[in-house]
């Protein structure tokens, strides 16, 4: 079995149900935990990108069959789907369970390792939503793995942006031959983690290449990488250990609710030229956040695996939420985000401060710093619009002088120059054929009465597929909404529509529109399905739905 997102998900699932016909699977873009690392949540906070995901599942959920297939019925199976997805909205569930309970651990592989009994290559990209998993999985399974982290968004390694990509299809091939035909490819003899160390990426949201170059560990956690401490100190200075970081004192984070414009996705796509998706310069955010910065480097400095930091803080003094970034500094002032955390009083099993240190893990990478550059910490209490704003904010301290930032530095491997290459990728011929191309854009203004608005907007173009010659035009609207003093203010609309013009026969369209706002005890789930058939409508059912509010 092998797929990309649900498809991965699907490959781990199934494989740890060990069905006896299952021999091997690739799992790609895809994730061991369904709470915490996956588009509902974050560190125990809700991600605004479950919304927009289950628009989208509201929309596909509805559209009709195909006339040509179904035959004179297609119209009445439609009228039913319409009908079935407006009652029974997936996102609906999601926010239901805000909590890594029965409904997320059921899935969950991370939950029982060992039940997966057959090999697992593992492929997935540093600016995708789920990297994480992958040295996780490398780290907890016993069966024959490999993993193989590149630069790329949400999608296979021979096409997902940005580059550069890989012929993932041959080395598909080859994993397959070796568990299903039992040839000997030499894919065992290579290393068990194969990453793209990105190096000084300049801090746009949306390029085609990343500067980097492929490195290797054998094993995964490797013995090689070795912790080095640094010291948020009094000034905002980030201090290497052994420097005197001055005297404790207490630092107070309270960050407005326009923190975090600057993010970008929490899963990008990869759409290549279409939209701006990855995270942008950092400065804006970091002028909104509380930061420590180094001395400028001396020399170059790699990373690979989690940056961890630890806020030493009073037990009672833990909030409902922090963020923590690092970045790369540049000499003119840009900041790119190299790796960050979210984490919620809300999060699995979190004990909040152990014996008065909140430990934060940032999310895995492969990273280096070059010398001339400066590395930054920046702390806030708000990421908007990526996560939802707590109800009631107050003031986190934690004490400079004590909290420190440990670092996953890789020393240098010769064999790195010696890697096997992974090729150039090849992609299949496309079986549609483009009509209008993609385009997209990001938008962040103010409104006269002071609410922030960061709106998303995606038209995928219109595309005939060949074997069917149905045009298909789709489009994807998201607006978030916030004033920078009032979090209960948040609102997020997301609007998705898709349109099928069948050669001689009708054209359909259906769209899809979700709500979501809060109070301090709810969230309110509002929303409309609408189904057109050669521009009449046939189909207009609402969505109104009020469930209790557990994130603080």
């Known amino acids: 079995m092998f797929g990309n997102s649900w498809g991965g ?13 299952l021999a091997a699977v690739i ?31 509201l929309c596909w959920m509805a559209l009709p069959p195909d006339p040509a297939v179904t035959g004179a019925a297609w119209r009445e199976r439609w009228l039913e789907r319409v009908a079935l997805a407006a009652d029974a909205p997936a996102v609906i569930e999601w926010l239901r369970h805000q909590e890594r309970d029965v409904f997320w651990r059921h899935g969950s592989v991370d939950e029982a390792y060992a039940d997966i009994g057959v090999p697992v290559l593992a492929v997935g990209g540093w600016q995708d939503g789920y990297s994480n998993a992958i040295p996780r999985l490398l780290s907890g399974l016993s069966v024959p793995r490999m993993g193989v982290i590149g630069p790329w968004a949400h999608g296979y390694p021979h096409m997902a942006g940005p580059g550069p990509n890989i012929d993932f299809l041959r080395l598909a091939v080859r994993w397959w031959d070796h568990w299903l035909r039992d040839r000997d490819t030499g894919l065992l003899d290579e290393p068990t983690l194969r990453v793209w160390m990105s190096e000084a990426v300049s801090p746009e949201p949306l390029f085609a290449m990343t500067p980097g170059r492929w490195v290797a560990e054998d094993a995964w956690p490797s013995a090689r990488i070795a912790p080095s401490r640094w010291t948020l100190a009094e000034g905002g200075a980030l201090e290497p250990d052994g420097r005197d970081p001055g005297p404790a004192a207490v630092v107070v984070v309270l ?49 690979l695996g989690p940056p961890v930091v630890r806020l030493a803080t009073p037990p009672e003094a ?3 939420l922090v963020v923590v970034r690092l970045c790369d500094v540049w000499p003119d002032g840009r900041a790119t985000r190299v790796s960050y955390v979210v984490r919620h009083a809300n999060a699995p099993g979190d004990p909040g401060p152990v014996d008065g240190v909140l430990e934060l893990r940032l999310d895995d990478t492969g990273y280096a710093f070059l010398s001339g550059h400066r590395m930054r910490v920046a702390i806030s209490t708000t990421s908007w619009p990526m996560v939802w704003p707590e109800a009631t904010p107050a003031g986190f301290p934690f004490l400079v002088g004590v909290s420190t930032l440990e670092l996953p530095v890789r020393p240098l491997r010769l064999e790195d120059g010696a890697l096997p290459d992974l090729g150039e990728p090849w992609r299949p011929v496309r079986a549609a054929d483009v009509l209008e191309p993609a385009t997209a854009d990001r938008t962040v203004a103010e409104r006269p009465d002071g609410t922030l608005e960061v709106c998303n907007r995606i038209d995928s173009g219109r595309t005939r597929v060949r074997s069917t010659g149905i045009v298909v035009h789709a489009g994807a609207d998201d607006t978030a909404t916030i004033r920078e003093s009032d979090p209960l203010s948040a609102r997020m609309e997301s609007v998705r529509t898709v349109t099928l013009e069948h050669p001689g026969g009708p054209a359909v369209s259906v769209t899809g529109t979700l709500a979501l706002t809060a109070t301090a005890v709810t969230w309110s789930l509002t929303g409309r399905l609408v189904a057109t058939q050669d521009g009449a409508v046939i189909a207009d059912r609402t969505i109104d739905r009020t469930i209790p509010r557990r994130i603080p």
């Open 9 to 21: 998900f699907n490959a781990l699932q199934v494989a740890a149900l060990q069905p006896p016909a």
């Open 27 to 57: 799992t790609s873009c895809s994730t061991d935990d369904r709470f915490t690392d996956d588009m509902h949540y974050k560190g125990g906070a809700l991600l605004t990108d479950m919304l927009d995901w289950g628009a989208t599942f």
């Open 255 to 303: 960050s407005d609710q326009a923190q975090g414009v600057s993010a970008g996705e929490w899963c990008p796509f990869g759409t290549g030229g279409a939209g701006p998706e990855l995270p942008g310069d950092q400065a804006p955010d970091d002028a909104r956040s509380v930061c420590f910065d180094s001395d400028v480097l001396a020399e170059r400095l790699e990373i």
């Open 318 to 320: 833990w909030p409902g």
